[in-house]
């Protein structure tokens, strides 16, 4: 075809990198046309699972009848630890410390001690209550000052992060001051619940569908239960129905169990539990008490930072350690500690062990570091804001760009993002009107308070920073594209389609995307760290890349031109002087034998960590961001509105703006909802008692700000190359919350003309408020 039939000038592909492009399935959610695991077709003679929960937070087994359970009507099989046909273990990192059925000892109430296999879900959740269990119950602790006060039991080995002299420092700076922060945890409340269904397959072959993040972990774990080499395990996943980290290594146990029935009773198992259990038997957030010393001068300059972060991790290691670890990573937030030291303590309690969640221990390390900011600050009697500046990451060359854990800071946008924001946002008119208002309003309150985020990008076990991709061209030009990354409504099939339609210069609705499967794309790691779009993006433009190199070696051979004379323009692709509708030109390639099909690999360089020595590159590089948020509070009641928000946000050049934005709105509430509305409460026994939507609050689209700006910084790009220059997005945003909990920290300090700092902990629900509004009051 000659080139003349198309006009070059107007011509662009539909749904380009970086270019706004709706969610692949926005369209089936809102319409409800989504399949999720519970919407598949149910094969012939599906059974269902339900747990069996122990009632107590530490105690021995002393006996246990389950013949009521097996005599109810429909049951089909009770099974229990003894039962795993291989190890009775989940552990997802090889401390075998997180029995999958507790045989002998339970450790945290709501732990699964047997599984009910029924005709009918609600058959076997009905026979799951009627077992008799004879305990003998031990001490038991469930919080942080209760491991504290029994030895220190720990999960994992603790961190330690030093640069400097901060113990000859620290009293060498002029002004010195201690205090302790507690910070909430948080329930992930995925609209999707836990689900798992395994269908048996002929020898040990065994198919598992499961809402995960973590396929290949999946894999792994059946394996291990089974007994059976991982090749005879295939995971899919499709989409969740949310995540947040919470689907990371928590729903190995569910998969698990459904495989153990499915291979035992040969017919396919379905585990779905309902809200309440999902949230007893399942890890959340890690709580952190912080407990801080601060050496600063008479402007608000940090000489020396002492800190230890001590965290509730719940009965086993879980990713503690990882997440212990990241909560000191980010104990520096934005701003730059010239002497420092750091400990973690990844403490043991009598609770559900506690996992990954959006932010992995960045947002409680660097919680904590914004309370030193505030802290000096009121010491010094300044504006925060310009604590916050003055303490700023500098330039290379400046002699402030070191982190704690010794790795340059070369990339720092955090002044000019803040800049920025602060102007747009009237920042400083605003908090003059504010101090004015609070003056002359007897009962209510206003704060506002500027914050910034400077999040690590990659994971920190070097080894996950990895990916594969698996790409298909068919005769007739469509394209076929499978990677090891997972779907949870973070938009990213939408972006790694985005990635090949731009590669290869096609429509995205040439793309094909299809579910996540450990049968097409093996040794996956986590959809975690905000790493999806970095590491698998690459993945499929390297196979895009190689089938590319195949493709114009051909087209140069065919058509006796030079390489450089093979170009891919939207939709079709010129050689020479001719140009070649794509379908048309991959048939060719077909007929002459080209290999249209290639497995894509990305690994992150130039990471490295010591975790022993605290010293290396952990991260590839970060990501920032800033918020200026603005409250009401009722100094009678305690509660409070947020009545504006303004976000500025760096996400590199952006894959898809559209999706950003919705990504940096929703980690915004939700972090919201961590630092104000979502408490976690267990009883004197051990129980959880926040446990459904009655008493966990999170945020309602009507607590959303009432004014809500949010852009992204267009002009930022990534130093570093990775995929179109993007930045990640999941887990940065979240971290702008904070600057809720400043700005209601205003308010309350303003009953006491913000002469002391009011010290608000996490969440700072209405009661906390209304407490530290009576105790400034006081003062």
């Known amino acids: 075809m000659d080139k003349s039939a198309f006009d070059s000038a107007k011509v662009v592909i539909n749904g380009p990198m970086h270019g706004s492009l709706r969610h692949d399935s926005a369209h089936k959610h809102v319409t409800g046309a989504a399949d999720y695991i519970d919407d598949i077709a149910e094969p012939a003679n599906l059974l269902h699972g339900a747990l069996g929960l122990s009632d107590r937070a530490h105690a021995d087994i002393v006996g246990m009848d389950l013949s009521a359970v097996e005599t109810y009507p429909g049951v089909v099989w009770v099974f229990t630890g003894k039962d795993v046909p291989g190890a009775n273990d989940t552990s997802s990192n ?93 329930e992930h409340f995925y609209l999707e619940s836990h689900i798992a269904m395994a269908v048996p397959g002929e020898d040990d072959e065994v198919t598992v569908w499961s809402s995960t993040q973590h396929p290949s972990e999946i894999q792994h774990i059946v394996g291990h239960v089974l007994n059976i080499p991982s090749n005879a395990v295939t995971v899919n996943v499709r989409r969740m129905g949310g995540g947040f980290g919470g689907k990371e290594t928590q729903g190995n146990q569910f998969a ?142 400046s002699g402030r760009t070191l982190t704690p854990y010794h790795q340059e800071v070369e990339d720092s946008i955090i002044a000019r993002i803040v800049d920025e924001l602060e102007t747009s946002a009237e920042y400083q008119a605003r908090r003059k009107e504010i101090i004015e208002f609070n003056r002359s309003s007897r009962y209510i309150r206003r704060g506002i308070a500027l914050t910034p985020v400077k999040f690590g990008i990659s994971f920190t076990m070097t080894a996950f920073n990895q990916a594969g991709a698996l790409v298909h061209i068919y005769q007739d030009g469509s394209i076929h594209l499978n990677h090891g990354g997972t779907e949870m409504g973070q938009g990213l099939y939408t972006k790694v389609a985005q990635v090949l339609a731009d590669a290869f210069q096609v429509d995205i609705d040439r793309v094909k995307i299809t579910a996540t ?72 390639a077909y007929f002459g034998r080209v290999q249209l099909s290639a497995a894509g690999f990305y690994k992150t360089p130039k990471i490295h960590w010591d975790r022993k020595a605290g010293r290396g590159s952990p991260f590839y590089y970060f990501a920032y961001g800033a918020a200026c948020s603005e409250v009401s509070i009722d100094t009678l009641t305690g509660e409070y509105l947020i009545d504006r928000a303004d976000i500025l946000h760096d996400v590199g050049r952006s894959l898809n703006p559209a999706i950003d ?4 709105e929703g980690a915004f509430v939700q972090g919201m909802g961590w630092l104000t509305t979502e408490e976690l409460w267990w009883d004197a026994k051990g129980r959880l008692r926040t446990h459904a939507p009655s008493t966990y609050k999170i945020p309602l689209a009507s607590d959303r700000p009432k004014i809500f700006n949010v852009k992204l910084a267009e002009w ?54 209304l407490m530290a509004v009576e105790r400034l009051k006081a003062l």
């Open 661 to 664: 934005i919705g990504q940096v």
């Open 716 to 769: 930022a790009e990534n130093a570093e190359p990775t995929i179109g220059r993007s930045k990640a997005v999941g887990e940065p945003p979240f971290m702008l919350a904070i600057s809720v909990l400043e700005a209601l920290s205003m308010a309350v300090a303003s009953v006491a003309d913000y002469k002391h700092c009011p010290q608000l902990d996490a969440p700072a629900t209405p009661e906390r408020v």
């Open 517 to 588: 499967t450990t049968g097409k794309v093996p040794n996956t790691s986590a959809t975690a760290a905000s790493s999806g779009s970095d590491l698998n993006g690459m993945a499929a433009f390297d196979a895009a890349r190689q089938i590319k190199e195949r493709l114009v070696a051909f087209a140069a051979e065919k058509w006796s031109v030079e390489a450089q004379e093979v170009q891919f323009l939207p939709n079709r692709v010129r050689v020479g002087d001719e140009e070649v509708p794509f379908p048309d030109f991959i048939r060719q």
């Open 94 to 186: 090889g401390m075998h410390d997180e029995p999958l059925l507790a045989e002998s000892r339970v450790e945290f109430h709501g732990q699964p001690i047997f599984a009910v296999i029924a005709e009918s879900r609600d058959a076997a959740r009905r026979a799951a209550r009627l077992a008799k269990i004879e305990y003998r119950d031990l001490p038991h602790w469930s919080d942080i000052d209760g491991a504290l006060a029994n030895g220190e039991p720990l999960v994992y080995s603790p961190m330690t992060l030093k640069r400097g002299e901060p113990e000859t420092e620290m009293a060498k700076a002029p002004r010195q001051l201690k205090g302790q922060m507690r910070i909430g945890g948080q």
């Open 256 to 397: 698990a169990l459904a495989a153990i029935a499915a291979k035992k009773l040969n017919r396919a198992i379905k585990f779905r539990p309902d809200r309440d259990e999902d949230m007893v038997a399942t890890g959340k957030r890690h709580d952190f008490r912080v407990d801080y010393e601060v050496g600063f001068d008479e402007e608000g300059r940090i000489h020396a930072v002492d800190a230890t972060y001590a965290a509730r991790c719940g009965f086993s290691s879980d990713l503690s350690g990882p997440v212990t670890d990241r909560a000191l990573f980010h104990a520096d937030s934005s701003y730059f500690y010239p002497h420092v030291h750091l400990t973690s303590k990844p403490l043991k309690t009598h609770t559900v062990s506690n996992t990954a969640f959006r932010g992995f221990g960045g947002p409680q390390g660097m919680l904590g570091a914004e309370r030193m900011i505030e802290e000096v600050a009121y010491a010094v009697g300044k504006d925060p804001l310009d604590i916050r500046k003055l303490n700023f990451y500098g330039q290379p060359g």
